[in-house]
């Protein structure tokens, strides 16, 4: 029989924000070692290759080494939960403690994990780059169905209170006016001229789409749940993307506005509270299981887990290949400048700016489809489903 200390057990509630605290120093060390371990990273004999042409070491090359090696740790320590717990539902299975228990252990496993990615070829570490870009776009898809979800359930819950029509009404306007103010701006700092194209195709375009989704939100094709609040919301969801998007561009983009990327200490701020977000992202998004759960089981039972623990770790799982994507700013090939004010930088680069715009146009395509759908599928049942599951 184990020691109790290696079995260890804590309660789901408790372990969820464990794997967060790893999480978030794997995080920290991912930021620290592209930016700041050039001289350690000298001494990894596969980061060492990391040479120009003309023989002197890239730093840049070396930091995206570390943060894919890092990455790839996490994703197999989450994946090998996620093979191990399909299934488990129940306080009294056993394999609850490959969740719950076995800290001592799971936490060398982790160390190892994450140790034997630094002796990887390179050539394994493009592949998961590679790889790692699919996952990424999969987490910002669960994202997005988490939010549209959100906002039915929020509008579902205001239309069926009969004193609720005032705040429907002013969470509408706020919204419009939100996104319009934004709007505004991006072309104000981002489109300064007629020649700044692109620039305004992608502003003008959020436009368009708006639009269009607000037309068909107040039609008689509609879904019944949905309305100008919705509409109002994603639009300012979509003016808030296209904004980030241009703020992306990279410095000698022509029409990137230079004064938007602040100081040390503010970009430094943000930083922090960028990777906060993306923390707060995983750990309310690995207990919203409802939108995810095929089963939807509706019976009480004092006995079931709180959330599933297999889809608990595949949510980390492709949350560790987002924030690697962000941190290489979804280019396998070379970084932005880390010398200087480049610092603190993340998702910066054409490719950033382009995956950023898709996850808008996708987020558009799936609301216009909620909103359709029971119009075009007559056959099916949508009521009283959240967005992200089957319909019967």
């Known amino acids: 029989m184990a020691p109790i200390w290696l079995t260890l057990e804590v309660r789901p509630h408790i372990a969820k924000y464990i794997y967060l605290f790893g999480f978030a120093i794997t995080a920290v060390a991912s930021w620290l070692l592209r930016d700041y371990s050039r001289q350690a990273l000298e001494h990894i004999p596969e980061l060492r290759k990391c040479n120009a042409p003309d023989g002197t070491y890239e730093n840049s090359c070396a930091g995206k080494g570390a943060v894919l090696r890092i990455?790839?740790?996490?994703?197999?320590?989450?994946a090998l939960h996620f093979i191990l717990l399909i299934g488990v539902r129940r306080t009294t299975q056993a394999r609850r403690l490959i969740h719950t228990g076995f800290w001592p252990l799971k936490f060398c496993l982790w160390i190892f994990l994450l140790g034997i990615c630094f002796v990887m070829p390179n050539s394994a570490m493009s592949g998961y780059g590679q790889f790692a870009r699919v996952l990424a776009g999969i987490w910002l898809l669960f994202q997005i169905?988490?939010?549209?979800?959100?906002?039915?359930?929020?509008?579902?819950?205001?239309l069926k209170k009969a004193n609720m029509?005032?705040?429907?009404?002013?969470?509408?306007?706020?919204?419009?006016?939100?996104?319009?103010?934004?709007?505004?701006?991006?072309?104000?700092?981002?489109?300064?001229h007629p020649t700044c194209g692109l620039n305004i195709f992608f502003i003008t375009f959020t436009l368009v789409l708006a639009l269009i989704f607000t037309l068909i939100s107040v039609s008689p094709w509609r879904l019944e749940t949905a309305g100008l609040l919705t509409s109002g919301v994603v639009f300012l969801y979509c003016a808030w993307i296209c904004w980030s998007a241009l703020a992306s561009e990279p410095d000698d983009a022509r029409c990137t506005y230079q004064g938007g990327r602040g100081t040390t200490a503010e970009k430094a701020i943000a930083f922090i509270l960028g990777i906060a977000a993306v923390c707060y992202s995983v750990i309310t998004t690995c207990v919203e299981s409802r939108a995810m759960d095929l089963e939807a089981q509706q019976?009480?039972?004092?006995?079931l887990l709180p959330y599933r623990p297999e889809f608990f770790h595949a949510i980390f799982g492709l949350a560790s290949a987002y924030l690697c994507m962000?941190?290489?700013?979804?280019?396998?090939?070379?970084?932005?400048?880390?010398?200087?004010?480049?610092?603190?930088?993340?998702?910066?680069?054409?490719?950033?700016?382009?995956?950023?715009m898709a996850s808008q146009w996708c987020c558009v395509v799936l609301y216009i489809w909620t909103l359709l759908a029971p119009r075009i599928l007559r056959n099916r049942d949508f009521t009283d489903r959240p967005v992200g599951t089957v319909a019967k």
Request: charged share 15%.
């Open 165 to 192: 029509g005032f705040v429907l009404v002013i969470g509408t306007f706020i919204s419009y006016c939100g996104a319009i103010a934004v709007i505004g701006a991006i072309y104000k700092f981002w489109a300064p």
């Open 145 to 158: 169905i988490i939010l549209l979800d959100f906002i039915y359930d929020v509008n579902e819950w205001l």
């Open 299 to 303: 019976v009480e039972d004092s006995e």
């Open 71 to 78: 990455s790839f740790g996490n994703f197999l320590f989450f």
């Open 326 to 356: 962000l941190y290489i700013s979804w280019n396998l090939d070379t970084l932005p400048s880390l010398s200087g004010d480049g610092k603190f930088q993340v998702d910066l680069g054409w490719i950033a700016v382009w995956v950023k």
